[in-house]
């Protein structure tokens, strides 16, 4: 322990002392990943790195935020936006576990992201040292993996190891915990090129026999539809599997997470499927006789009850992830491995086939597309227009009128996550960026500011609701600071909208603790930051606003004042199918 | 159906726990767990006796290889292996009857005495779970006062060799 106080207060003076501190080698190895960016809050036990980073602030940039889960949502942003890894620096204790949600978040929905956290001296381990937190026993299980560093000579493998583990197969965010006595030691630094521990990492090719099989089932299916997810996003298969649907002509629907991963405007694509997805694709998926399932994980708010979930399909399942498949549904054929591979490999088996085989194949189809336009005519998806309010609805419709379909969205969670996933019809990977699997509210704001500073030239909106945004608003500090000119629009309806209309449908309209209508007044909080502040009450109003706020330079808030009990329909009830979907 | 895994994982601290956390986490039951080391001391071998149907088995051994650490999941079960679990039982038996009855037992189960004092002995005995239970079962009546076992571990076995002891027993 007296060696260890020498090390962090006076080094010995020695050659020691010209080698690198823990911290150095950490910012080296950051820079060896082609880390440009990190999102961040100081704190005790992470000084030294601060101290370095300060250093290094030309090769690195460091964001500031106002609270950790700002900093990992922020990270999710940059990550989903870009594919690269986002970057996350917060410190002990309390620094550790405000950034749980957004691990956690992270994690449920696949996201690149290396999140480092300091730690009380390793001689304080143990203690209940001040600051103290065990992050890696609390993220355990949030994380593909994640590490205590014991030795700064350690460093250099784990950073290496940290960044390979986060990219490949599925990807996922991974801890590495730094305690404050190995960012000051003094040590040998090595660049690493390899991964002590690869086999964990690597997914196995496609089988190429499966896939095969998978296309002549396809080939030869009567009624199929193509459910995907974010797994086409994360592989990039747009282009595969757009080239693909075309050449059979297939159903796509996507998840919410899979939004983007074919254009939502194509004739081909029937809508989101699931609890909030469309009557036709919900329709379909029940009455398909083959299920093509890429890049998905058979959430329960896909597939509802699963016992009456796509009941006469056979279900051919493709995933990066081995332990996906199986784990809700079991398929009838099962390809773990890389969706856009399989997509590739689906196509090479399309080229080899005669015309004619294609035109029958399509044909045979006819009457199942009729079936579906059918379904599509019987229940678009719809809403009641007013006069004197306005509907979530039309401001979505309105926004992507205004944006000519080309912006970035994020969202919170909640009716006006909803709302977008139906109205915004998105044509691109990477152009929702949304919380899926966790279902974060607060995520929209900070994830816009992370795909912001990503993408500087690209218009990025957070939709949020108003009870989501007064989660994480104080990020918007952060949007100013950083001149990151994020557009904000809050779907603001004075109620947790989402929980009211669950009490509305499936609680007798007993509105427990859902009102929320004490709020601060949001054009004086936009401009209380530094941010302009924008409000629309009236239907006249939107679209004069709403281009108003689109049209500003900087970091722009809209307050815009909705109906106040509007239902998202369609809705599945939680643990029905498709049957039981209520439209209106 | 009951299955033994074999988990072979990088011997560091925390590993097992994420093993143990992994298998809480998706509600799988463990029945009996033990740890040591394999034929490579950086390798751990973890056992762990589980229970459930074959979905639910194939899905534990997947979850459990996307681990960073785990190099390699078997279900032993699945293939010709042998399996053990070794009990310390404490039976109070004074010089006398009792003590004979105790003795026969542990020479008819091929068990051991491992400590003798005037009022209690320390027996120890291995085999599979039913030997093992059988065993513990027919000691109660002279009065057991302590059982510590240490759960299966397994091994494979070439498919060809007859279980020694089962033709024993």
């Known amino acids: 322990?007296?060696?260890?106080?020498?090390?962090?207060?006076?080094?010995?003076?020695?050659?020691?002392?010209?080698?690198?501190?823990?911290?150095?080698?950490?910012?080296?190895?950051?820079?060896?990943?082609?880390?440009?960016?990190?999102?961040?809050?100081?704190?005790?036990?992470?000084?030294?790195?601060?101290?370095?980073?300060?250093?290094?602030?030309?090769?690195?940039?460091?964001?500031?935020?106002?609270?950790?889960?700002?900093?990992?949502?922020m990270a999710e942003g940059y990550a989903r936006a870009t594919g690269r890894v986002g970057v996350v620096l917060v410190t002990s204790g309390p620094g550790a576990t405000n950034a749980v949600t957004g691990i956690a978040n992270a994690y449920m929905d696949s996201t690149l992201l290396v999140v480092i956290t300091g730690q009380v001296p390793k001689h304080l381990i143990g203690t209940d040292a001040f600051q103290e937190v065990d992050t890696v026993g609390i993220t355990r299980p949030c994380v593909k993996h994640n590490y205590l560093v014991r030795e700064a000579r350690d460093l250099p493998a784990i950073v290496r190891e940290a960044f390979h583990l986060a990219r490949s197969g599925r990807p996922g965010p991974v801890v590495i915990d730094i305690p404050k006595d190995v960012s000051a030691a003094r040590s040998n630094y090595s660049r690493l090129d390899h991964v002590s521990f690869p086999f964990s990492a690597e997914s196995a090719p496609v089988n190429e026999d499966s896939a095969q099989?998978?296309?002549?089932?396809?080939?030869?299916?009567?009624?199929?539809?193509?459910?995907?997810?974010?797994?086409?996003?994360?592989?990039?298969?747009?282009?595969?599997?757009?080239?693909?649907?075309?050449?059979?002509?297939?159903?796509?629907?996507?998840?919410?997470?899979?939004?983007?991963?074919?254009?939502?405007?194509?004739?081909?694509?029937?809508?989101?499927?699931?609890?909030?997805?469309?009557?036709?694709?919900?329709?379909?998926?029940?009455?398909?006789?083959?299920?093509?399932?890429?890049?998905?994980?058979?959430?329960?708010?896909?597939?509802?009850?699963?016992?009456?979930?796509a009941p006469q399909a056979s279900i051919i399942h493709v995933d990066i992830d081995p332990a996906n498949i199986g784990k809700n549904v079991a398929p009838s054929l099962a390809l773990a491995g890389d969706v856009k591979q399989a997509l590739d490999r689906f196509l090479l088996l399309v080229l080899q086939q005669s015309d004619e085989e294609l035109r029958a194949s399509v044909q045979a189809r006819e009457p199942w597309w009729d079936q579906i336009r059918n379904w599509q005519r019987q229940q678009p998806l719809r809403f009641t227009g007013s006069q004197d309010q306005i509907k979530p609805q039309t401001v979505i419709r309105e926004l992507h009128r205004l944006t000519g379909g080309e912006a970035l969205v994020t969202t919170d969670v909640g009716q006006h996550q909803m709302w977008v996933a139906q109205f915004y019809p998105f044509t691109k990977s990477r152009q929702l960026i949304t919380s899926g699997g966790l279902g974060t509210m607060g995520f929209g704001l900070p994830a816009a500011i992370g795909a912001q500073l990503a993408l500087p030239e690209q218009l990025v909106i957070a939709v949020v609701g108003d009870g989501g945004f007064q989660m994480t608003n104080q990020e918007l500090a952060t949007a100013v600071q950083y001149g990151l000119p994020v557009k904000i629009l809050i779907m603001n309806n004075g109620y947790l909208g989402m929980v009211r209309q669950w009490q509305e449908m499936f609680y007798d309209r007993t509105y427990s603790e859902v009102d929320i209508s004490v709020a601060p007044d949001f054009v004086k909080l936009a401009e209380a930051y530094g941010a302009a502040g924008f409000r629309a009450e009236r239907p006249a109003e939107l679209r004069s606003v709403l281009k108003a706020a689109l049209e500003h330079k900087g970091v722009a808030v809209v307050d815009i004042v909705v109906t106040k009990e509007e239902n998202v329909f369609p809705i599945v009830p939680a643990g029905a199918n498709a049957r039981d979907m209520i439209t209106q | 159906m009951r299955h033994t895994l074999s988990i072979i994982v990088a011997d560091e601290p925390g590993e097992l726990s994420r093993i143990v956390g992994l298998f809480s986490a998706r509600g799988f039951n463990i029945e009996t767990l033990s740890v040591g080391e394999s034929l490579d001391p950086r390798w751990s071998r973890v056992t762990i006796v589980t229970r459930g149907d074959d979905r639910t088995i194939h899905q534990i051994v997947k979850q459990c290889e996307r681990l960073a650490r785990v190099r390699e999941v078997q279900d032993v079960t699945t293939r010709p292996h042998i399996e053990r679990e070794m009990a310390l039982i404490t039976v109070s038996a004074s010089a006398g009857a009792d003590r004979q009855e105790v003795l026969s037992l542990v020479s008819v189960f091929r068990a051991k005495v491992v400590d003798i004092s005037h009022t209690q002995l320390i027996v120890e005995a291995s085999g599979n779970k039913e030997k093992v239970d059988t065993f513990i079962e027919l000691l109660r009546p002279i009065g057991v006062t302590d059982i510590t076992r240490t759960g299966y571990i397994a091994i494979n076995r070439l498919a060809a060799q007859p279980d020694i002891e089962r033709i024993a027993s």
């Open chain 1, 1 to 73: 322990m007296v060696a260890q106080q020498q090390t962090i207060n006076e080094p010995l003076r020695s050659a020691a002392q010209d080698l690198p501190t823990g911290a150095e080698m950490l910012v080296e190895a950051l820079v060896h990943e082609g880390v440009d960016a990190i999102f961040g809050y100081p704190g005790g036990a992470v000084l030294h790195i601060y101290d370095e980073l300060w250093r290094a602030r030309d090769r690195i940039t460091h964001y500031l935020v106002r609270h950790e889960q700002g900093a990992v949502h």
């Open chain 1, 213 to 309: 099989q998978a296309f002549e089932l396809i080939l030869g299916a009567k009624r199929p539809v193509l459910y995907i997810g974010g797994g086409i996003t994360n592989s990039g298969a747009f282009d595969g599997l757009l080239a693909f649907a075309e050449s059979l002509r297939l159903p796509v629907t996507p998840t919410l997470m899979g939004l983007g991963g074919f254009p939502s405007s194509h004739p081909l694509c029937l809508g989101m499927l699931g609890m909030h997805g469309t009557y036709a694709a919900n329709m379909a998926v029940a009455e398909s006789d083959l299920l093509v399932a890429l890049g998905v994980r058979f959430d329960d708010r896909v597939t509802g009850k699963l016992a009456t979930f």
